[in-house]
Every structure is written in structure tokens, then in C-alpha cells.
């Protein structure tokens, strides 16, 4: 599943340095999405008369919005050790195929609620004797007691009793005497549900074409709600194969995983349906099942024998904004074919962009889902990171049907490896598709860089997790984190480097293949690895198995130092607050195999590993007149410290000529050095000294890295007397680069040449306009003022929108706001009115926030995906900060309850609003925070709480230690 929480190259440079003009965006790590934590059980009633319709889908409205059965619970509360009350399902029985047959309801019943019925069958087989049958149901209504039939010859049990365990979410069916094992049975249910707004299970997307309110019935099964569309053994491992049928309007179209087998027409209560059979599904895990009922248009071409289809709303088809989506798709899945040596599995991939959708795509297979911004692209509107965004995730996404899909772990505690994998390779199907933009080369801004923020906090977890420590849906939803996506991409290109990317590719291929439509653990992948090892002749000091447990069965990463003048180099568990405590014990003692790539000035020298705390290279060891560089193109996953020498001799090399570090490593040492500065490693001004050479350098990557980790600094220091002599710092910098962009596009009047060349573009013009350059906020002001001034004709380009859309927002007043939310909500794709919206956060006038507060929990005004990212948005502004903050808490009961589910990212929300936290009355509010609603609950956000109380004890104790010398050094380099 591809990442929910996406900022864009653009929206990402306006907010971390909004705070430094006192408005500032805060970026919330990659959380795809967060289930309702589990509520305590609850008894539940049968329902009436179960109405039927023969061999079609059950009619008849839910009777209330909870899971009910035909028959009562023997007691209200059952036992703790009773199979029913654990969340993961017993090894007795292994379902084969299921018969699922839908009919969702597109117009409201007499109470205004959407419902769909149906009624699914699953044939299973009794792999060892038992009178218990657990199958999953969550908020379903059954309409009559489930049918036991016998298969192929055995006999059934007779049902003795059934009921619906609310906590655990299983449908339970006891027996008068055992299945026997070895034997196949057959389950038949009946049931009602509701086709909520929720974003999960089977849900209901709106949206509005010429003046009618359209709707979507869809689904999102990732991790745990293919329950909440039909009962299923709803478990990775638990694969099978589906016959999906959709009933549905004539007007309509019905897409599922697999192609149409056939149509018929059916009177059904009074009105023509039509009767979609789809052919059945290859074997697969329930949470990759998808259908779709909509009136949407597609475009198409062939891939070899492989249907490459792009669904959207007609008007997006019309316009053209499907158009790039379907030209690379084709690339790469043939890259990817070639990759992984195995033909696409499916005869066709169908690619669907829907309004509402809480994640930024689902791998779903034959059938991936998508957030219209990351599948829908007009050159006229969308900027050059929606380019980007739409060829990384379609690369995300297509990767999964190999990796994920064909091969599926056995449970979630191992989701890192698929949905790290897919993060890693999204970048070299990218690559392919476009290959001048060289975004490879990004992965160590967007992932690498991003998530050591995350893993350097001792509240961090490992890769993988026992898998008995994960049980329940909220307890998978957290696994969905920078963790899993960032770090799990970044531990396989160190793994794919130090094996040489041929050996990485002929064990993932074996791998592939022995797996194929079966289940896996990490394990076997490295036991794959190892053979290619073996067989090609690569020198390992330790087994692939042995050196990759030490980053995945542990959290964190080590920070290497090197000594240049003893030779000597230590690692040692790098903690962003070293005073912190690590409750988390490892089995390795926080020692980690470590591949060391380095070099003399610019001769590259043999790789060398450190195995243990201390070792000794002597040829580590310099003169006064050359340095030593480590971790070349920061391949490796851990952060780098010197002997102060050294760093003296690196400071002076950029100082003098930085074109001979690579481009790379000079973002690499501005991110080193501000990390390891903020853990007491080096001093603060020594950090800083990694900025001066940048008046010179016009290269993306290093201006990036330092507009990251002085975001740190605004989001510290916009409230207090350094936020001046800082902006007026960053002026001095920042206006030698918007000189040359401005002279490069010809007074603004044309795009640089080169991808990075774009974005660091942005960079000159943001950082100029938030931090005072004055011909910037003229510029700014000017072009909104003539889009204003004619509405119809926009004459800002469009990777400059986000910038110079929140400089007008901001230096503006309350017509300038209204203007940009009437031009919100009148865009016609995704990625426009996701610019305007971000911007409308730079407002400087706190009623104007308060209201856009108010906005964001009225679905009519703000979609529900959008939810959390609009509260971020407005908590990056100084100004907004408090007043987030204060809305949230007031409103956190609401904010659970009625957007849980897959909808809201708490954990998002709680990064977002707490990360400017630096005060003793800050953390007392959060410690309160937590109190006052520990029986609500946080759902998938419990972690990012405790990280967000670490890490403001950490900004506390930083900002007493540091803020003097920074603003003497502001104030020394800015003049």
C-alpha cells in the first residue's frame, strides 16, 4: 500500500520554512491509515425474520450499524482463554474458495442510510478435527443463522449455537460433534451492511459532476475490513480463490480483481439490474480483494497480452488527466517483468483514482485503487512533484503484484519486507520510466534522511516484530509507519549494494519463484540471498541471515565514529536524546554489521566492516593535507561523526571547491552534522558552519537536507528572539540562489531544464518569500493578484503555486483567503486543490484559522482523507499551533469516534501538532493530554504519543543547551 500522508516535494519546502517567516507546515512521517482501537465486547440481539431472495443477494436494510447473528450468546462475557476471545484465528480450518455475491445500494433507504447485501459462500477444509467454526464478521448483519453444508461427500454437524464476539470480530458457529480433518465443508451467510463513508471495508465515495451528487460504492480491505464486506477468514496466510458477483444499475460499471466473465439482466424488486460475473480470482490473501461500482470512463492500451486500464471520473478521462498514468504503467510493468524474471501473473491491471481514498493506493491485485493525486496528472495544472508522485506510486503499487501479491508474508508482524521492498524498487521502476530525472538519487532525501528522525528516538521499534506481539487491527494499523515503508526501503538498498544489486536479484528471484501463491517469513528470503551468496563468489564476513538480523530484530541504527588520526572506529546505538531511556532490549546489545564505504579526498578505498564496538583501520588514518569521506552516497544506514580535525578539513573542501564531494555526501554531512549536533556529539555552530558554503551551490540535494534541518530550528526558535537574526541569515543565503533561477527561467518565465533543477528552483523562492527577500513577495503578491484580477486564466506556473499561493495567503488578508478557498473548491483535479489547500494554512489571522479548524471536520467542506492533513497543515503555523492544538484536544473524542476506522491517521495528527513542542508547559499539557483520554483511546497514534512526549523532553533540554550559541552565530553570519 502506498503512503497516505504524501506532502509534496513543493508543500514539504513551504512548510518547513514557513515557521522561519512565523508560519511553518509540519511534516508528518508516512502513516498509511488507522483502525478504531478494539471496543470491550458487547452482547448483541438476532435479528428478525431473515428476509431472503433466493439465489440473489439478500435484500432488507440494516437493522442497526453493529454485527448481529440469528442466535444469542450464551453469556455476555466469555471466558479469556476461550478461542473466540484471542484475535488470531485457530490452524483447524483452511478455506479454498468462496462464492461472494454484492449488491451495493447506490441511493439512500428510508432512513437515509446506504446498505449493501449479500450472501457468500466459502468452501474450507478441516485441516484437524474440531466443533468450532471462527470465521470473521465485523458490523455485518446477518439476516438468517449461517448454513452448513457438507462438500465432496462428507457429512455436516448440526449448528448448536452462534454469535457475533464484537471485540475479536468473529462470526461464532458451534457444533454438536467435529469436522472431520481431511474433509471440505461448505458456510453459507446471509447478511446486510451499511456502505458507509468510513473509507474501509466496502464504502460509499461522493463526489459532485455538474451539479449532481455522484456515488462510488468501493473498497479498502488493507489490513483487517475484507470482515466488514463479507465474513472471511480474514488472515494473510489464509489464501483462497473468489468468485466475485456484483449486481448493479445498467448505467453502471462493475470492476473486480479478475476480468467480466459474463453480464445477464435480472427484474430485481421492481427495477433492471445487471448481473456482473467476474472469472475467478488467481489464489490470493483476502486483504488484496477489490470491486468497484461506478459510472466512471477508462482508457486503455495493450502491455503484451496484459489489459492496462485508467479509471477515473469521466470528466478526468475527458481532460486528459489519466493520460501519463497509462504511458509509464505499461514501462513498468514490463521493467518489473524483466526485474524479477516472472511474467505478470494476471491478464490485466486495471488503475482507479478515486475521490475519496485514505491511503495514497492499494496494491489490490488486477485492481489497485488509487488518491486521484496519485494517479491523475495534467501537465497544465499539476507540478513536477505530482509528476513524480504519480510514477512513484504506480511503480509502489506494481511492484506489489510480485511482491506482495504472488508471494505474501504469513503475518503482518513482517509487513516491512513488503512494504519496504516495494519502496525500494518504486525508485528503479521510476528510474526506468524516466530516466533523466535521476531519482534514485532522492531516495536518501525521502526515505533514508526522513525516517533516521523516527528510528533515533528510543520510543523507535524494529523492523519486525515477534508475531505473537502483534494481534489486533489497531496493533497492525501502527505497523504502518516510516519504520516499515522508509526504513525497510533503506536496510534493502544497503543489503542490494554490499551484495551487488546482480547477487540481490538472483536470490529475490529464486525467492519468487519456490513462493509463488504461498505464504513466506523473512527468513526465506534470506535463505534465498544466501544461495546467491554462495554461488556467486561475493565475500560476506558473516551469513546474509547474521548481518541482516541486526537491522531488523533491533531498533535504531549506529552512528560510526571515525578517528583519522588513531585509525580507530566505534559504533554505538545513535540516540537523538542520549540521556533517553531504551526500555527495548535487543538480543545483539545494539551492535550492528556494518558495511563501510569511504574515501581519500577522492580515491575510492576497499570496503570495511565493523562487527563489533571497536575496530582499528589504520588506513583510515590522514595527513594534514588530505580527508577521509564515509558512507558514499550514503548507501549505508547509519549516520557518520569524525575527529574534529577532520571535520575541519571537510568544512574547508566545500568551502574552497565542494564539487569534489559528491552531491550526495554533501547532503549527507548537513544531515549528519545537525543530527549528531542536537545528540551532543559535535557543537551546534559546527552544524551550522555546513551551511555557509551553500551561498555558492546550486544543486538540489544539499540545499534540501539544509532547509530540512533548519525547519528543526524554525520550529524551536520561531517564537523567540533568534527567529530574526535567523530569517535575516537565511536572506543572505537564499537570495545568491534566487538570483540564478531568476536569471536560468528568464525572469520566471520558463522551467530550468533538469528535474532536481525544478525543485531546488522551488527551494530559491520559497525560502526567499517566507524569509523576507523582498522582490520575492512582490513577485508573489503580483502574480495572485493577477489570477485574482481574472480568475479563469491562472499565470502562475505551476510547481510554483504552493509558494507563491501561502506568500499572498499570508501577506494577504481575508479577501485573499476567501479567494483561494473559492478557487479550492472549484479545482478540477486533485493536485491543485491539494496546493490551495495547504496554502490556506499560511493565514496570519487567528479567526480565519479557527474557521478553517472548523472546516476540517465538516466532510461537506473537507473530504475525510484530508482531514489530518489540514489540521497539520494549520499546526505548522505559528500562529495556528496553539489554536491546533486546542482544537484537538477539545475535540478529540469526536475526532476517535466518528473518524476512526481507516479514515484518520492519528499518528499523523499527533506528530504534526505536538513537533514545535519545546516547554515544560507544553510536555505538562501533553502528559494530560494522555490522561484525560486514556479511556477514549489513540488508536494507531499510541506510539506517536509516547514519541511525541519523547521528543519534547528531547527539544526541551536542546533548547536550553543551545539557544544562546545559535543566536550569537545567527547573529555573527547574517551580517
Not at 502506498?2 to 502513516?31: D, H, P, R, W
Not at 509463488?516 to 517469513?521: A, D, G, I, W
Request: hydrophobic letters at 40%; proline letters at 5%.
Amino acid at each position: 500500500m502506498g503512503k497516505g500522508f504524501y506532502i509534496s516535494k513543493t508543500l514539504a519546502v513551504v512548510g518547513i520554512l514557513l515557521a522561519a517567516a512565523s508560519i511553518a507546515t509540519i511534516i508528518a512521517l508516512a502513516v498509511v491509515y488507522s483502525n478504531e482501537k478494539a471496543k470491550n465486547i458487547e452482547s448483541v440481539t438476532p435479528t428478525g425474520d431473515p428476509a431472503t431472495t433466493g439465489d440473489t443477494a439478500t435484500t432488507g436494510d440494516p437493522a442497526t450499524t453493529g454485527d448481529t447473528a440469528p442466535t444469542k450468546p450464551s453469556s455476555t462475557t466469555s471466558p479469556p482463554q476461550k478461542p473466540w476471545n484471542k484475535f488470531r484465528l485457530p490452524d483447524s480450518l483452511k478455506p479454498l474458495d468462496y462464492d461472494v455475491k454484492l449488491w451495493p445500494r447506490l441511493t439512500p433507504n428510508t432512513d437515509g442510510l446506504y446498505n449493501f447485501t449479500g450472501e457468500s459462500t466459502v468452501i474450507f477444509e478441516c485441516v484437524k478435527a474440531t466443533s468450532l467454526i471462527l470465521i470473521h464478521s465485523k458490523k455485518l448483519n446477518l439476516t438468517e443463522q449461517a448454513q452448513l453444508s457438507g462438500y465432496a461427500g462428507s457429512t455436516p454437524p448440526a449448528i448448536t449455537d452462534s454469535w457475533m464476539e464484537k471485540e475479536t470480530e468473529f462470526l461464532v458457529i458451534q457444533l454438536d460433534s467435529n469436522l472431520e480433518a481431511g474433509k471440505t465443508y461448505s458456510l453459507l451467510t446471509r447478511f446486510v451492511g451499511e456502505l458507509a463513508d468510513d473509507l474501509a471495508g466496502f464504502y460509499r465515495s461522493e463526489y459532485m459532476e455538474d451539479g449532481v451528487k455522484k456515488i462510488v460504492a468501493t473498497t479498502q480491505m488493507q489490513a483487517a475490513d475484507a470482515r466488514k464486506s463479507f465474513p472471511c477468514f480474514d488472515e494473510p496466510a489464509m489464501k483462497a480463490r473468489f468468485n466475485i458477483t456484483l449486481i448493479h444499475e445498467p448505467d453502471r460499471v462493475a470492476l473486480s480483481n479478475s476480468p467480466v466473465q459474463m453480464t445477464t439482466q435480472e427484474t430485481l424488486e421492481g427495477k433492471l439490474m445487471n448481473i456482473t460475473v467476474f472469472q475467478p480470482t488467481a489464489k490470493m490473501s483476502t486483504y488484496l480483494l477489490a470491486f468497484i461500482v461506478s459510472d466512471f470512463k477508462f482508457i486503455e492500451n495493450m502491455s503484451g497480452d496484459v489489459l492496462i486500464r485508467i479509471w477515473a471520473r469521466q470528466k478526468a478521462i475527458v481532460h486528459g488527466q489519466g493520460d501519463y498514468a497509462l504511458n509509464v504503467t505499461g514501462p513498468i510493468l514490463k521493467y518489473f517483468e524483466s526485474y524479477y524474471n516472472t511474467t505478470y501473473p494476471l491478464p490485466k491491471s486495471d488503475q482507479i483514482a478515486l475521490p475519496d481514498f485514505n491511503a495514497g493506493a492499494m496494491e489490490n491485485w488486477g485492481l489497485i485503487t488509487y488518491r486521484e493525486t496519485a494517479l491523475l496528472y495534467d501537465p497544465h495544472v499539476s507540478s513536477t512533484s505530482n509528476k513524480e508522485r504519480v510514477v512513484t506510486v504506480i511503480a509502489h503499487e506494481l511492484a506489489h503484484q510480485w511482491f506482495g501479491n504472488l508471494v505474501t508474508v504469513r503475518w503482518w508482524n513482517d509487513l516491512w519486507l513488503n512494504e519496504g521492498f516495494a519502496s525500494y524498487v518504486e525508485y528503479l521502476g521510476a528510474d526506468y520510466a524516466e530516466p533523466s530525472w535521476n531519482i534514485k538519487d532522492l531516495m536518501v532525501l525521502n526515505d533514508v534522511h526522513r525516517v533516521f528522525a523516527v528510528d533515533a528516538l528510543a520510543s523507535s521499534h524494529p523492523l519486525s516484530s515477534k508475531e505473537d506481539e502483534i494481534n489486533t487491527p489497531a496493533e497492525i494499523s501502527e505497523l504502518f509507519d516510516a519504520i516499515s515503508y522508509s526504513k525497510g526501503a533503506s536496510v534493502l538498498r544497503m543489503l542490494s549494494v554490499f551484495l551487488t544489486e546482480d547477487v540481490f536479484v538472483k536470490g529475490l528471484r529464486t525467492y519468487l519463484n519456490e513462493f509463488q501463491y504461498n505464504n513466506t517469513v523473512y527468513q526465506d528470503l534470506w535463505d534465498h540471498l544466501q544461495r546467491a551468496v554462495d554461488s556467486s563468489g561475493v565475500s560476506l564476513p558473516h551469513k546474509v541471515e547474521d548481518i541482516m538480523n541486526r537491522w531488523t530484530l533491533q531498533m535504531g541504527f549506529p552512528v560510526v565514529t571515525i578517528n583519522t588520526t588513531t585509525g580507530q572506529v566505534t559504533q554505538k546505538h545513535f540516540l537523538v536524546d542520549p540521556d533517553s531511556v531504551v526500555n527495548r532490549t535487543s538480543p545483539f546489545n545494539y551492535i550492528w554489521y556494518v558495511p563501510i564505504s569511504w574515501t581519500k579526498l577522492e580515491n575510492a578505498q576497499p570496503q570495511y566492516w565493523l562487527d563489533q564496538t571497536t575496530g582499528t583501520n589504520d588506513n583510515m588514518k590522514t595527513t594534514e593535507t588530505d580527508w577521509l569521506l564515509a558512507n558514499i552516497n550514503c548507501t549505508g544506514y547509519f549516520r557518520v561523526n569524525y575527529d574534529r580535525e577532520n571535520w575541519n578539513k571537510l568544512l574547508q573542501q566545500m568551502e574552497s571547491n565542494y564539487t569534489v564531494i559528491p552531491v550526495i555526501n554533501r547532503a549527507q554531512l548537513i544531515d549528519d552534522a545537525f543530527n549528531l549536533a542536537r545528540a551532543g556529539y559535535i557543537p551546534t555552530t559546527l552544524a551550522l558552519d555546513t551551511t555557509k558554503y551553500l551561498s555558492k551551490d546550486v544543486e538540489y540535494m544539499p540545499w534540501e537536507s539544509a532547509i530540512d534541518n533548519l525547519g528543526y530550528f524554525s520550529l524551536m526558535f520561531d517564537r523567540t528572539e533568534v527567529n530574526g537574526p535567523m530569517q535575516a541569515y537565511l536572506r543572505k543565503q537564499v537570495t545568491p540562489l534566487f538570483d540564478y533561477y531568476e536569471n536560468l527561467t528568464s525572469n520566471w518565465t520558463a522551467l530550468p531544464p533538469g528535474h532536481t533543477q525544478q525543485y531546488n528552483q522551488i527551494n530559491a523562492v520559497s525560502v526567499a518569500c517566507k524569509n523576507g527577500v523582498k522582490k520575492c513577495q512582490e513577485l508573489a503578491s503580483s502574480l495572485y493578484q493577477e489570477w485574482m484580477d481574472n480568475p479563469s486564466v491562472n499565470p502562475i506556473e505551476p510547481n510554483l503555486r504552493t509558494s507563491i499561493y501561502c506568500s499572498a495567503i499570508s501577506t494577504g488578508g481575508a479577501a485573499e483567503w476567501d479567494f483561494g478557498w473559492e478557487m479550492f473548491k472549484n479545482a478540477t483535479i486533485a493536485t491543485e486543490a491539494d496546493k490551495l489547500r495547504s496554502a490556506l494554512s499560511c493565514a496570519t489571522q487567528p479567526w480565519i484559522l479557527n474557521r478553517y479548524l472548523e472546516y476540517s471536520l465538516q466532510a461537506d467542506k473537507i473530504r475525510k482523507q484530508d482531514a489530518t492533513s489540514t489540521i497539520v497543515y494549520i499546526a505548522g503555523n505559528v500562529v495556528g499551533q496553539s489554536l491546533a492544538w486546542d482544537f484537538i484536544r477539545s475535540q478529540w473524542n469526536t475526532i476517535f469516534n466518528q473518524y476512526g476506522g481507516g479514515s484518520f491517521s492519528f499518528s499523523s495528527l499527533i506528530n504534526g501538532v505536538t513537533q514545535r513542542f519545546s516547554s515544560e508547559f507544553e510536555l505538562k499539557q501533553l502528559e494530560q493530554f494522555q490522561k484525560d483520554n486514556a479511556e477514549v483511546g489513540f488508536g494507531s497514534g499510541t506510539r506517536a504519543l509516547e514519541q511525541a512526549l519523547e521528543r519534547t523532553r528531547a527539544n526541551i533540554k536542546w533548547l536550553s543547551e543551545n539557544k544562546a550559541s545559535v543566536l550569537d552565530w545567527f547573529k555573527r553570519e547574517s551580517l
